[in-house]
């Protein structure tokens, strides 16, 4: 898998492949909004700065994301 990288869209790359009867799947282009994990580790990331009194520790941490 070349995930359509620019090294891989030259030509002769191109004309090797359907030499060898490689056959390549075409991928849209990665758009990082089309992460939803990204925002979710965001929010979670700001919650802790936004409170008052901010965890103390690593198990205060874990049960406040816990209550989340």
Known sequence: M???????????I????????ITRMDYPAYSP?????????????????ARLHPPGNTQQLKQMLIEE
């Not at 191109?14 to 009867?21: A, F, I, T």
Request: charged residues 30%.
């Open 2 to 12: 070349d995930a359509n990288a620019r090294p891989h869209q030259i030509p002769a």
């Open 33 to 49: 909004d089309l992460n939803p994990i990204k925002y979710v580790w965001d929010a979670l990331g700001r919650r802790p700065v």
């Open 14 to 21: 191109q004309k090797l492949l359907e030499s060898e009867y």
